[in-house]
């Protein structure tokens, strides 16, 4: 039996090691709240709280296989011609989401942008082993952002949607296009009726021949064949926020229209990753 000094010799340092990690000043405030948190660290879904973090409204169970929304969804039953396989959003965009997506986009806070790329990606990862489930060696060939007009560009002086891209391409080691360009600048959606807004997205997006011919050039051997034995491209458009989708089917649209154009043999696959579904 161990004498009471060596018991001691045992657990003192064991002790002495657990008191100061407690009074250490390894606290820190969490990035969204401010609030003291033993836990927080620098970056990403780590920098929160416990409270902030339980506050995050993943999207985990999907009713429309299309939006990837979580209730039933009248748009994508009434949009006639869905140029994309599916959009995948991490989580739903309620009043925390929009006060965190505000802080990002209207006032420059670029230390929340880990935090909503790791938001992203793991919705990336949900859709990869989603797609992965139903195709075999499924991969992604391209991330390509939903772009801003000039006019938000200068507002703003970044392209949300392009930095999330940014983020997704380099964690999952994609490359990045900036292939799409919108031809005029559209009104703040958020104020429009439905019918507006789709009229308002129609040819809002074009796609150069020589960019495409560029991009396709950039991209690495084709690994995956359509069902006639044709090889399909993959294709990841990135926005913030998906409301009607008509936006990132406009997008989808013009990526479709440049590949018949220029015959390819197959048409894209396109995907729509977005961090909110509203
Ligand atoms: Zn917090
Ligand atoms: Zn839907």
């Known amino acids: 039996m161990p004498s009471f ?3 001691l010799h045992q657990t003192l340092p064991k002790a002495i090691h657990s008191l100061t990690a407690l009074l250490a000043p390894s606290t820190r405030t969490c990035l969204m ?4 948190s033993r836990h927080a660290a620098d970056d990403g879904l ?4 416990r409270d902030c973090k339980h506050a995050i409204p993943w999207i985990r169970v999907i009713h429309c296989p299309v939006c990837g929304r979580a209730e039933r969804c009248p748009d994508c039953l009434r949009r006639e011609d869905t140029a994309f396989i599916c959009n995948r959003s991490a989580v739903r965009y309620n009043p925390l989401i929009r006060e965190w997506l505000a802080l990002y986009k209207y006032r420059g806070h670029e230390a929340i942008a880990p935090l909503l790329g790791e938001m992203l990606f793991t919705a990336y990862q ?3 082993k989603e797609m992965s489930g139903r195709t075999e060696a499924f991969s992604i060939d391209v991330v390509i952002p939903v772009p801003v007009s000039e006019q938000r560009l200068l507002e703003r002086g970044f392209n949300q949607a392009e ?3 940014a983020m997704i391409a380099e964690r999952s080691g994609l490359p990045l296009f900036n292939l799409l360009k919108r031809t005029r600048h559209s009104e703040k959606q958020s104020f429009k009726t439905r019918g507006a807004r789709l009229r308002d997205s129609e040819h809002l997006f074009t796609v150069d021949d020589t960019r ?4 396709l050039r950039g991209l690495s051997d084709l690994h995956t064949k359509d069902p006639a034995g044709h090889s399909r491209r993959r294709v990841l458009i990135v926005d913030d926020i998906y409301t009607t989708g008509s936006t990132v089917n406009a997008c989808a649209q013009a990526v479709e229209e440049a590949f018949r154009r220029n015959r390819l043999a197959a048409g894209p696959e396109i995907y729509i990753l977005t961090l909110a579904r509203s």
Do not use: N
């Not at 780590?46 to 709280?49: K, T």
């Open 5 to 7: 000094w060596t018991l």
């Open 212 to 215: 495409l011919a560029a991009m």
């Open 33 to 36: 709240c401010g609030s003291l």
């Open 163 to 165: 930095r999330l891209a």
């Open 46 to 49: 780590s920098a929160l709280c």
């Open 126 to 128: 949900r859709l990869v």
